[in-house]
């Protein structure tokens, strides 16, 4: 049993620890620097042991840093061995264990029962990683199936009626116990580009304050470019190690830290009073258009701004400065956006397939359907099914990873360790540690030595690329059809890309790559083989395309003749149109009525533009691919098969090509535009006060004087006999005599004629 009185002293949450639910789901709601992740589990493996369960408590942490100070902190105050589970770090604990999201997943497609574990605390859910979110639906799946096993949601915002709702559970709430903030703003030019002198302004706000002062930047970089200007400041982030995570965090000094998002929530920095905030963030974003995804920075959210303001007021009245502007905070998103609707789900999808998720998986957000296709496209690229998808997902690494590591062999290890943490420039000069290597190749056989480039591509098939340009500016065009600028250029003919992400000017940079040869690249990528037909000059030229995904290999001129010659027509039909054929007046004209019908009533009536041009076109395409000229072709009798029976039956009802009028003529309908139209002269319209409706458009008069001339506009008749006829009428009859400008349009006979001749 854990002594909670002693492990809570001086925590807010333990005035409420004793009103936590023993039994069920709950939502534990209760501010950063509360207590919750120090009190929560330690309490809840006493409910345990208290009702004769069984079980350890596992306590998900969305950070590696964040898991190892958890474990330390509380066995530092309980004075018994909490266990940790990281990426290539553990500690073995008997009652509670704090695990990153990444492992306990894999636990639980090992061991979907999760036997000796009684109840699942996760932490920090509000902040809505992609793994985070998947834990908890599967947790919550699992709490259906053991009456005896529990699951626990630690949020610290508001936000927690969501995953009540989602977890039919009670929510426990602490209030924090905070101190007046004095907030400042201090805008400096420069943020959005993320330039250096903006973080040397930055670093300035921090210095001159009494005690510690916690500086949020949004990633590695800024973190080094603010220390740069600041003698003696602590670095904080997730690429450290543990003892220099430590130094920043176990201390009793006045200093300065520089750090991360992972100080805004996961971890507690003792003795904070001033925060200064650059107000941006790091977040994975994806490029459905480019196929690509990665990290981007963007301003963070009034939430995640307020979290950080926070961490000032712990144990003392403080200052916040944020360097920006007050405004700018007004325009910030309210809540961070969850990493399901923006971030590459390969990973996720493959999570999803081996769990076995069905469509009432419970999730907050479901992923958009877009992305989750692409990323079953990227699984079966890379061989993600059946037994390999298990294997892929129990292995502690991407999936890419994974598959250029089953691939390859122990020999790939030093490749896919340096592709583990955001690499930078040229693979083959990276030095990872050397105890992730040997772990990384413990996983699998060792297969002899293997090439950083090829292994790269094994990972990224898709983001192999030849080079387009000899320019000094090196471009390249990836086998996804990207192209992108290398900073650095190696004058590599071929590269294995690891990373490409946009710049802030909207242009696609390759930030981390390894030379690959030609032979390995194309064996990568594979290669497909195409004949493709153009129209030039009214005949059928054809060409044999070599390609590597978007690359083109090498392209010769073939003749197509016969289906080859038909099917490359469809083809080209089916991207640009139907501008190789020209259509009559008849053609056109009944093109454009169907157009009508579709737009109105929609099926069975055909969208004429994208109808699958080998259904309707066979005979035209045949001719064509024989070497009759496009536009001797007559369409008519093609656009006479899409329609619909027996509805096109009706078609001279539903949409005419002649509209009669009041003189005894038909006048032509004119379909060309967004409705019907007609022109025809003023008199003839004599007596006519209703404009008839076809697909669901009143048709448009535009009256002519006796001469043509355009003299009215309208779709409504009767108001315009009503009243503008008669400024029409006082113009006209003057210059035009011989026709009849009765004042009574409504009773006065239809004509085309002079008054003398009719």
Not at 186 to 208: I, M
């Amino acid at each position: 049993m854990f002594d909670l009185a002693r492990i809570g002293a001086g925590l807010p949450v333990a005035e409420t620890i004793g009103t936590l639910p023993s039994s069920g789901n709950v939502v534990v709601q209760a501010p950063p620097g509360t207590g919750k992740t120090t009190l929560v589990p330690p309490a809840l493996a006493n409910q345990a042991a208290e009702q004769g369960t069984s079980g350890k408590i596992l306590v998900t942490a969305p950070r590696r840093v964040a898991v190892r100070a958890a474990a330390n902190r509380l066995q530092h105050l309980s004075g018994q061995q909490i266990g940790y589970a990281v990426r290539g770090d553990s500690r073995h604990g008997r009652d509670v264990e704090f695990v990153t999201p990444g492992v306990l997943l894999r636990r639980l497609l090992r061991d979907p029962e999760l036997s000796g574990v009684s109840a699942v605390a996760i932490d920090e859910v509000h902040e809505r990683q992609c793994d985070t979110d998947l834990v908890l639906g599967m947790c919550l799946e699992l709490a259906q199936l053991r009456d005896d096993f529990r699951v626990i949601a630690m949020s610290a915002t508001v936000d927690a009626q969501r995953f009540s709702e989602l977890m039919d559970a009670p929510v426990h709430v602490t209030e924090a116990v905070t101190y007046p903030l004095d907030i400042r703003y201090s805008p400096a030019a420069g943020r959005a580009a993320g330039e250096r002198d903006f973080y040397a302004h930055v670093a300035r706000q921090a210095t001159g304050h009494s005690g510690s002062v916690l500086v949020f930047v949004p990633g590695v970089r800024e973190v080094n470019l603010v220390c740069e200007q600041l003698p003696g400041a602590y670095p904080l982030h997730g690429q450290q190690t543990t003892a220099e995570q430590d130094a920043a965090l176990y201390t009793d000094a006045d200093r300065i830290v520089v750090a991360t998002s992972i100080a805004e929530s996961s971890l507690t920095v003792p003795g904070v009073r001033t925060v200064v905030d650059a107000g941006l963030s790091r977040t994975p974003r994806r490029d459905a258009q480019r196929g690509m995804s990665g990290l981007v920075t963007v301003s963070t959210s009034k939430s995640s701004a307020d979290q950080r303001a926070g961490r000032a007021g712990r144990e003392a009245p403080g200052t916040v400065i944020r360097c920006y502007s007050q405004d700018d905070y007004q325009h910030f998103s309210p809540h961070i956006t969850p990493e399901i609707l923006s971030a590459d789900l390969t990973q996720a999808a493959l999570f999803l397939e081996c769990w076995g998720a069905g469509e009432d998986f419970p999730l907050l957000d479901h992923p958009p359907a877009r992305a989750l296709a692409d990323a079953h496209r990227t699984l079966r690229s890379i061989g993600a099914t059946g037994d390999v998808a298990k294997q892929l997902a129990l292995l502690p690494t991407d999936p890419r990873l994974g598959a250029a590591l089953l691939k390859y062999g122990a020999g790939a290890a030093h490749t896919v360790a340096a592709l583990s943490d955001s690499p930078r420039g040229d693979i083959t000069r990276i030095t990872p540690p050397k105890r992730e290597v040997e772990r990384l190749a413990r996983l699998v056989p060792d297969k002899g030595p293997a090439d950083p480039g090829a292994v790269v591509a094994a990972a990224f098939p898709e983001r192999v690329a030849r080079r387009t340009t000899t320019a000094k500016e090196a471009e390249y065009l990836l086998a996804s059809g990207t192209r992108a600028r290398m900073l650095e250029d190696n004058g590599a003919a071929w590269l294995a890309v690891a990373d490409v992400s946009l710049s802030n000017a909207g242009t696609a940079i390759i930030r981390a790559a390894a030379r690959i040869d030609e032979q390995a690249a194309l064996c990568a990528i594979g290669t497909t083989e195409e004949i493709t037909a153009t129209l030039e000059g009214g005949k059928v030229r054809g060409r044999k395309v070599l390609r590597a995904g978007a690359i083109e290999l090498s392209s010769t001129p073939v003749k197509v003749t016969g289906a080859a010659a038909e099917e490359a027509l469809a083809a080209g039909i089916r991207d640009h149109g139907l501008a190789m054929f020209s259509f009559s007046e008849k053609a056109q004209n009944l093109r454009e009525r169907l157009a009508h019908l579709h737009a109105h009533y929609g099926a069975p009536w055909p969208d004429v533009d994208n109808a699958e041009p080998a259904e309707w076109l066979g005979p035209e395409l045949h001719d064509v691919a024989a070497g009759k000229p496009a536009t001797k072709v007559d369409m008519y009798p093609a656009l006479q098969r899409l329609l619909p029976w027996p509805e096109a039956t009706r078609l001279d009802e539903l949409a005419p090509e002649r509209l009669p009028v009041p003189s005894g003529r038909d006048a032509k309908i004119d379909w060309s535009g967004d409705r019907p139209t007609v022109s025809i002269k003023l008199q003839e319209c004599f007596g006519l006060a209703e404009s008839p409706v076809y697909c669901g458009q009143r048709v448009q008069f535009h009256l002519l004087s006796p001469a043509g001339r355009p003299l009215a506009v309208t779709d409504d008749l009767a108001s315009f006999w009503a009243g503008p006829y008669q400024g029409v009428r006082a113009d006209m009859r003057g210059r035009y005599p011989k026709h009849p400008w009765p004042e009574d349009p409504w009773t006065a006979p239809a004509t085309a004629r002079t008054k003398n001749r009719m």
